[in-house]
């Protein structure tokens, strides 16, 4: 077939050949050119080119697994421009007239077509045969399920995600022929060749997931059921080929439909049996899951020990009732071990049923020892906490063994799995046995703290081999909390020290119960850390460390157990030398927890750090005010019009002026921060300080500062916009103005204490400080110039004594409060201001004297023109020209009800000025 593609591709290239030849000269009959039947001949004269290339190779290289597909992948890219030709060669064809030019035209364009049709009839056969190649390769593969197979990695929970995702896929593009063959048989096209490359990476994934169980009853379901589906996809791409060959078959398309229904039903069984086979792959996996659920429990169970609260359920309860039971149930688990061990040599079902097995005497087990360890009563509450030690040793090392005895089934005895998989079991044997003990001896004061400490230091011998692993840590953790773990080894060295001293079994219990806590954390912890860190070189050194106090720290507990045995002065002096050595490797792993945080890290409660913060905190907050400014428009301002600024209004002066200080205290805020930066770099301040220290309080004022010209830009924002929206008034604006520039010395100043003068950080500071006084002082001026007499309100005909009874009280009411605020304002700038809220109080105090004070000129003066319009044109208060004196008309001496409601209201003004009735001059 390989041949007979060749062949094909060599008569096309001829008669290709020739046709474009003809075709140049028939182009020539036409003086203005043809220029799209041009571009087809320098299109498929490249393609003629490279598909007689490939023939070559693949006949000069027969034995070349590149040959064929290159030849393939040339011919099918040849069909497109070749076909083009055909079609523009006819059309050209109609255009010229009889001639020896059109007849060797028409000529090469027949043998050209029937040698196109030709080639693509061995391309449909070569895809279709290569397809059912890869097809029948994969399904061969399947055998190799009956050898190991070297796992990638991947547990079986991705591979079956893979697996299913690959399956479906191929179900999907099966119904599509399906539906295809009954509709438009014409369109089905390369969807069954699509098919091949699918299931090949079908039959991949499943290689990887069951070829380690090939002989488990699922595993063979599975197998069988992806070879079925193997099969009937093979006969799809055959029905599918003889369909191109003669599509006007209808036996042909009802073959085609038929065997892309079997493929769609085989997927169905395919993911059932995948199903199945997960299922019983998860069974090891759940198992292990158990067995740590257990250990967890029994973790908290040790919780309650240890705070004095475990007591038995029924009183008189003692524990030999219990140990007979827990010695049984103990030798029962250690027959579940040997099973699992011959598990791993031998079926998958021997090996599941051991594991199951042994999680259910294992719980049983673990009841047996809670329910032991309460009757012991919380008097004896070390040995309680040790005894429950040595249940959570057996479940957590259970539950490691069967992971690896899944790891290690079907493995030759020399395979590294086998071996970890013993030495996990020898760590279970060793646990079991040491309940053996814990249960003959936990009754016996003086045995049991030895009994603790070997207990313990066999569980840290385990955590060291753990920790020494190639495993990856299955949970994360962070260098501070390494410093936690780290320091607690200090306090279990300490413990380790006064138990040695004072011999006491109670003392030497609970030190071996504290230092395998101590221990196990700090190994998971530095593991964890160590392998988040990105620093190699810290890394190694943290990992290091970790095995060196852990080592120290076990020999440490055996040190003390000599000394318990064999008290003598020797002994307690090398207690002495083994804890000095974990101090200093406390000290070393102390620095180590510093550099596996890396040049990034900071410390959050570093006062320098809060002062960068607070900084960059107050810039944000000014740029936000003023983007929150700029949105501003006064409500006179007519849209789209340019105003120049000798034509702005006071409101647009109030808008333009508060822009530009609320920028500048942006840049006065990041010019700070520069300058902080600055100060830590040449020494002057100290790069890490403590709260309370000569920096941190410099920082912490640092901090205040800024807040206050934050907090000044924001009212001073708020007051411009009350002002532009005529809900405010000047006076406001103005304090708020003048209390920026304060904040603002207020923060250079404080930068002058520490910084040098001339520094360019300084620099920025002052040309910052700078921009916002003269912007302060130019919007002060606007608003100042802006404070015009307010318009006299309309005359209205009202008593003329009830008026000024009023007015003339609102003169002396306004004086008292002006009085009143002028000392409260003098107060306030007597005190230190020290927080934001001082500052906006003294800028409320100084706005309410400016206001108080230009209400008290406006009321003074209508008083005035009050007095001005009664004797102005009152014949009453007229002056005689010819002598000059005081001519009082003659007037009622009756008081009407209105004039007794003005005396009394003038009485309690306190202001009468005027008395009422007859004359008495």
Known sequence: M?????????????????????????????PGGHREMEDSLTSISDAVSKLDKSADYFFQNPSSEAGYPHLLESADQFLGPS???????????????????????????????????????????????????????????????????????????TLKVKMINSTKEIYKISQEILVKSRTEPEKIGSLPVKLASLYESLVEDVKIALGNDAEDETSKDATLWVENLGQSIMKLIEYTRD?????????????????AQYVGENCVKVLTALNAASKRAQVLDNV????????????????????????????????ADHRENILKSAQVLVKDIKDILTGTTSSKEQLIKAAENSVTNTTKLCEEVKTGAASLTSENQQAQVM?????????????????????AHGKPVDHPAMLEMKTKAKNVVTNVTHILKTVKTVEDENSRGTRAIESAIEAIGQEIESFNSSEEPKASSTPEDLMRANRAMTQATSKAVSASNSGKQEDIIAVANLGRKVISELLTTCKAAAFASENV???????????????????????????????????KEEVMNISRKIAQTVTKMAKLSEKLKGGDWVDPDDPMLIAENELLSAAQSIEKAA??????????????????????????????????????????????????KELVAQGKVQKKTLKGSEDGQWSEGLVSAAKMVASATHSLCEAANSLVQGEGEEEHLIAAAKQVSKSTAQLFLAFKVKADINSTAMEGLKTASNAIKKATDELVKAAQASIQEEPAAPAVKVDIFKERIEAEARVLKLEKELREAKNREKQMAQTPQRSVGDIKRARDAEAKVLKLGKQLEEAQNYVQRLNKKQYEGNEMYSVSEDSGDLLVAERSTMITNRDRKSIRALNNAGNVRYLLGTDTE
């Not at 196109?116 to 994969?138: F, G, H, P, R, W």
């Not at 060196?548 to 064999?566: C, F, P, R, T, W």
């Not at 002066?653 to 921060?673: D, Q, R």
């Open 2 to 30: 390989a041949d007979q593609l060749g062949l094909s591709a060599k008569k096309a290239v001829i008669a290709t050949t020739e046709c474009i030849n003809e075709s140049k000269k028939a182009l020539g009959q036409f």
């Open 537 to 571: 070189e810290a890394k190694d050194e943290a990992l290091q460390n970790g095995y060196e106090l852990a080592s120290q720290y076990q020999n440490l507990l055996n040190q003390v157990m000599v000394g318990v045995k064999h008290p003598s002065k020797e002994s």
């Open 387 to 407: 005894l429950l030690n040595t249940m959570k040793d057996v479940s957590a090392s259970l539950g490691d063994l069967i992971i690896n005895s899944k790891k």
């Open 83 to 157: 076909n083009r030709l055909v079609g523009q060669a006819t059309s050209l064809l109609g255009q010229l007239t009889s001639s020896k030019i059109s007849q060797r035209l028409l000529d090469t364009s027949e043998d050209m077509e029937a040698a196109v049709k030709d080639l693509s009839t061995q391309i449909t056969n070569s895809e279709s045969i290569v397809a059912m190649n890869v097809v029948q390769s994969a399904t061969n593969e399947l055998n190799v399920l009956k050898s190991p197979i070297t796992n990638t990695g991947e547990d079986f929970s």
């Open 243 to 259: 369909h191109k060959m003669d599509p006007d078959s209808a036996s042909i398309v009802m073959d085609v439909g038929k065997n």
């Open 627 to 676: 983007k929150r400014l700029a949105t501003l428009r006064p409500k006179k301002e007519i849209s789209g019009q340019a105003t120049s600024d000798e034509d702005m209004t006071f409101d647009d002066l109030i808008i333009e002026s508060a822009k530009s200080i609320a920028n500048a205290s942006s840049s006065l805020i990041k010019a700070a921060s520069e300058a902080q």
């Open 288 to 319: 292990s899951s158990e067995l740590s659920g257990l250990a967890s429990d029994l973790e908290t169970t040790i919780m309650f020990a240890s705070a004095g609260t475990m007591n038995p359920e029924t009183e008189g309860e003692s524990f």
